[in-house]
């Protein structure tokens, strides 16, 4: 098994910065981390989930949503079993509970069913 802890949500101002955490443990996570795609997704009021960045856990590949590009940096720190997404010039429409999740490399793309674990999510707010 796989467990998943967000933290470093909050309340910023546009224009700000937040880094988000997600710390990975679990004897599975532990043996087979070379194994692993780790996501952010998001989810605001009214809205779908929506796929925000990846990371290949063993050769460090990222992806983004478009709309993230260029503002957000997902990174991992292997020693520590933990994936960080850098949010900078934070918008408005950035507003949402951040997931973080875990999946197969092979399989975990764009889809939040293509992930096999989730954390329990941290509130993000971008006043203007």
Same mark, same amino acid.
């Given at each position: 098994?796989?467990?998943?802890?967000?933290? &470093? &949500?909050g309340?910023?101002?546009? &224009?700000?910065?937040l880094?988000?955490?997600?710390?990975?443990s679990g %004897?599975?996570?532990?043996?087979?981390?070379? $194994?692993?795609?780790? $996501?952010?997704?998001?989810?605001?009021?009214?809205?779908?989930?929506?796929?925000?960045?990846?990371i290949?856990?063993?050769?460090?590949t990222?992806?983004?949503?478009?709309?993230?590009?260029?503002?957000?940096t997902?990174?991992?720190?292997?020693a520590?079993?933990?994936?960080y997404?850098?949010?900078?010039?934070?918008?408005?429409?950035?507003?949402?509970?951040?997931?973080?999740?875990? &999946?197969?490399?092979?399989?975990?793309s764009?889809?939040? %069913?293509?992930?096999?674990?989730?954390?329990?999510g941290?509130?993000v707010?971008?006043s203007s």
């Open positions: 098994q796989v467990q998943l802890v967000e933290s &470093g &949500g309340l910023v101002q546009a &224009g700000g910065s880094r988000l955490s997600c710390a990975a %004897r599975t996570f532990s043996r087979f981390s070379m $194994g692993y795609a780790m $996501g952010w997704f998001r989810l605001a009021p009214g809205k779908e989930r929506e796929f925000v960045a990846r290949n856990w063993s050769i460090g990222t992806y983004y949503a478009d709309s993230v590009k260029g503002r957000f997902i990174s991992r720190d292997s520590k079993n933990t994936v997404l850098q949010m900078n010039s934070l918008e408005p429409e950035d507003t949402a509970v951040y997931y973080c999740a875990a &999946g197969d490399y092979r399989t975990a764009f889809t939040p %069913r293509s992930y096999n674990y989730w954390g329990q941290t509130q707010t971008v």
